[in-house]
C-alpha cells in the first residue's frame, strides 16, 4: 500500500530516493578515500592491460590466417576454426612442430631449475654457514652473470668450444689453440642450454635461500646434534626441509623463465617453444598462437602449484627470537682456501670471462681466431671494428662504420635507455600506486585482486607476453608495431610486478597512524605521499623503479617481435650476426654489460641498495 503526501509523492517513492541517496553517500564516501580510488582504475586498468593481449591472442588460435596452412587445411581465407589445435595436435608434424619442443622446453626449465638450486644453493650454505674465505668478493662476483644479458654465457660458450670440424662453424678457443673438439651435445643442444640457464639464475637461488640460511635459528640444529644425530640427516632432515620456501620460489622463477627463454637456445641450437614459434609464426601463424597459449598455461600451472605446497599446516619458522647466532661449519685453514679458490675459477669464467672474451673478439682481425695469443704479438689486433669512420667494403665490414660511429648502433642505444626509462618509470609509479592501495585495504577482495592481476603477467614467460602484445597490437585496428610507445607498453605491463612487489612490501612496514596524523591537519594525499610515506620508505620504492630499468637493459625475448633491428641493441644484436659482422655483436654486447655493470654499481653507491647486501657479501 502507497501512502501520497500533500505534495502527491507517493511513501514509496520517498523510499527509493532515499535508498538512492544512501548508496550515493556510499559510492562517494568510498571514494573519498584515495587507496580506494586507485584500487578502482588499477583493476580497469590492470585487467585490461594484462587479459585483453591474452584474449587476443587465445582469438588468433582459431583464426584463419590468409596465405598460411590453416587456409590451405579449411579452404577459407578468413573465418575461425578448430584446425590449428587439430593439426598441431595430431598432424603428420605434430611431432616436430610441437611434441619435440614440448618435451624440450620442460626438460631444459626442470633441469635449469636443478642446476640453479644446487650451484646457488650451495654456495649460500657456504657463504652464511661456513667459514669459506674472500666471501665478500665472491658474494659480488656471483650475482654477475644473472646482471648480464642472458645470451652473454651462451656466447661465451659458443667461443669456447665451438670447432669446424663438430659443429661446422668457425673454431673456438679451445679448438684454436690447444685442437681439442669436444663432441657435438656438448657444443650444441640440450647440455649446454640447461648449463648456461642455471647458471644465468643461480644468482636467484643464492639470494632466496642465503636469505634464509643467514636468519636460521642455530639451536634447530644444534638440538639433532645433541641427539648424536649425523651430520647428513640433520642436513636432509632438518637443515633442508626448512629452506623449502625458497627452493620453491627459485623453481617458480627458474622454471617460468627458462620456459620462455629465447637467446639462448636460439645460440646452442635447441628448439623449444620459443624458438619453433619464430619459425612457424609466417607460414602457421595460427597454430605458432597455440604454442604461445601453452606457454601461458604451463607458467601459471606452476605458479599453482606453488601456491598449494605452501598452503600445507608445515611451519617453516625459522627466526625464534631465542637464539641470535648462527652456527657455522669450520672448514679449516686448508679446506677454507681451497672452496673459495675453486669458487674464484668458477666465478671467473661465469662472471670476468665473458667482458674479457667479448672485449678480445672486437679486436680479432679474424673474430674467432685466436692465433695471436701463440706469438702474443700486439700488433696482429686491429681497432678497425671500432674506429673506422666511413662506409667501406673492404675489411669485411660490409659497408658498415666501426662502432663508435655507427649510427645504427647508437640509434639503437639511445632507443634501449628511452625504452629502459620510460618502463622503469611508468611502471614504477603503477607499482608504487598498487602497492600503497593494496596495503591500506589489503582485506578487501578488490584490494587482492588487484594485487594477483598486477603480478600475472611475471608468471607468463616473456616471449608470451610478446606474442600476446604484437598480435594485439600489430592490426589495422591497433598498429602500433615497430613503434617505441609499443615497447613501453609490453615493458610496463611485464615489470609492474617488480615495482608493485616492492612497494607493497615496504609500505607494510609503515604504521597507518602515521599517515592519519598527517589527515588530521587537513594535508592533502598527494603532500602526505610526496613528504611523507615515499621519503620513509625511498630506498625500497628506488628500488622498484631500478629494477625495471635494469631488467628492460638486457630484455630480448620480450621485445624481439615489436620492433625491427637498429630500434635497441639487444635486437640489433642478431641483425649483425646474420651479417656475419660477430666482432659487431660482442662489441654490443660490450656496450651492454658495461652499461648494466656502471649502472648497477652507481645505484649500489647512491641508494645503498645490493642484490647480494644482507646474506654475506
Request: net charge positive; aromatic share 14%.
Amino acid at each position: 500500500m502507497s501512502f501520497i503526501r500533500d505534495d502527491g509523492i507517493t511513501m514509496t517513492t520517498c523510499g527509493q530516493v532515499k535508498k538512492r541517496r544512501i548508496r550515493l553517500n556510499k559510492i562517494r564516501t568510498f571514494f573519498t578515500k584515495p587507496q580506494n580510488t586507485i584500487l578502482v582504475v588499477m583493476a580497469v586498468v590492470c585487467t585490461v592491460a594484462t587479459f585483453a593481449p591474452i584474449v587476443a591472442i587465445v582469438e588468433d588460435t582459431f583464426k584463419i590466417h590468409p596465405g598460411t596452412i590453416d587456409q590451405y587445411l579449411t579452404g577459407k581465407s578468413s573465418g575461425y576454426t578448430f584446425v590449428n589445435y587439430v593439426d598441431l595436435f595430431t598432424g603428420s608434424v605434430a611431432k616436430t612442430n610441437l611434441w619435440q619442443p614440448f618435451l624440450n622446453t620442460i626438460v631444459l626449465a626442470v633441469f635449469s631449475c636443478l642446476v640453479a638450486i644446487l650451484y646457488g644453493g650451495i654456495f649460500a650454505f657456504l657463504v652464511t654457514r661456513t667459514t669459506m674465505k674472500f666471501k665478500k668478493y665472491l658474494s659480488a662476483i656471483f650475482i654477475f652473470p644473472y646482471i648480464m644479458p642472458q645470451w652473454t654465457l651462451a656466447m661465451v660458450w659458443k667461443n669456447l668450444f665451438d670447432s669446424n670440424i663438430v659443429t661446422g662453424t668457425k673454431d673456438g678457443l679451445l679448438a684454436g689453440l690447444f685442437s681439442i673438439h669436444m663432441p657435438l651435445w656438448w657444443c650444441q643442444g640440450l647440455f649446454p642450454s640447461i648449463i648456461v640457464l642455471g647458471l644465468h639464475y643461480a644468482p636467484f637461488a643464492y639470494i632466496l635461500i642465503g636469505a634464509i640460511f643467514r636468519n636460521m635459528d642455530a639451536n634447530l640444529e644444534e638440538a639433532a646434534t645433541i641427539l648424536n644425530t649425523p651430520a647428513w640427516k640433520i642436513m636432509t632432515h632438518v637443515t633442508l626441509p626448512l629452506v623449502r620456501p625458497a627452493i620453491l620460489s627459485t623453481v617458480l622463477l627458474v622454471f617460468g623463465s627458462s620456459m620462455g627463454s629465447y637467446p639462448v637456445p636460439h645460440y646452442l641450437k635447441l628448439t623449444t617453444l620459443a624458438t619453433k614459434y619464430l619459425e612457424m609464426n609466417a607460414s602457421r601463424a595460427g597454430e605458432a598462437s597455440v604454442l604461445a597459449v601453452i606457454m601461458m598455461v604451463l607458467g601459471v600451472t606452476i605458479m599453482y602449484f606453488n601456491q598449494r605446497s605452501l598452503k600445507s599446516r608445515k611451519s617453516y619458522t625459522t627466526v625464534t627470537g631465542k637464539s641470535g647466532q648462527i652456527s657455522k661449519t669450520n672448514l679449516g685453514r686448508g679446506g677454507s682456501l681451497i672452496v673459495a679458490l675453486v669458487f674464484v675459477v668458477f666465478t671467473f669464467f661465469t662472471s670476468i670471462f665473458p667482458i674479457l672474451s667479448f672485449t678480445f673478439e672486437t679486436f680479432l682481425p679474424n673474430p674467432g681466431d685466436y692465433s695471436f695469443l701463440y706469438t702474443l704479438n700486439p700488433s696482429n689486433l686491429t681497432a678497425k671494428w671500432w674506429l673506422t669512420s666511413e662506409n667501406v667494403t673492404e675489411n669485411g665490414l660490409y659497408g658498415q662504420k666501426g662502432m663508435l660511429f655507427n649510427e645504427t648502433i647508437w640509434r639503437g642505444f639511445g632507443g634501449t635507455l628511452l625504452v629502459s626509462v620510460a618502463c622503469a618509470l611508468t611502471a614504477g609509479v603503477v607499482g608504487t600506486l598498487i602497492g600503497y592501495a593494496v596495503s591500506k585495504n589489503r582485506r578487501s577482495k578488490l584490494a587482492s585482486y588487484v594485487n594477483s592481476v598486477a603480478f600475472l603477467p611475471y608468471l607468463m614467460p616473456s616471449v608470451a607476453v610478446g606474442i600476446a602484445f604484437f598480435i594485439l597490437f600489430s592490426n589495422k585496428y591497433f598498429n602500433l608495431y615497430n613503434t617505441y610507445w609499443l615497447l613501453i607498453l609490453a615493458g610496463t605491463v611485464k615489470y609492474i610486478p617488480f615495482a608493485s612487489r616492492s612497494s607493497l612490501n615496504s609500505m607494510l612496514q609503515i604504521s597507518g597512524e602515521i599517515e592519519e596524523a598527517a589527515i588530521i591537519q587537513s594535508i592533502p594525499w598527494y603532500k602526505r605521499m610526496t613528504r611523507i610515506v615515499i621519503p620513509i620508505q625511498k630506498s625500497s620504492i628506488v628500488s622498484g623503479f631500478l629494477l625495471p630499468f635494469m631488467t628492460c637493459l638486457r630484455e630480448l625475448s620480450l621485445f624481439m617481435l615489436l620492433c625491427v633491428q637498429g630500434y635497441i641493441l639487444s635486437t640489433t644484436l642478431d641483425y649483425f650476426d646474420e651479417m656475419g659482422l660477430y666482432a659487431f655483436s660482442s662489441g654490443i654486447n660490450l656496450i651492454l654489460i658495461v652499461t648494466i655493470i656502471v649502472c648497477n654499481a652507481l645505484v649500489n653507491k647512491i641508494t645503498g641498495a645490493s642484490l647480494d647486501k644482507g646474506i654475506g657479501g
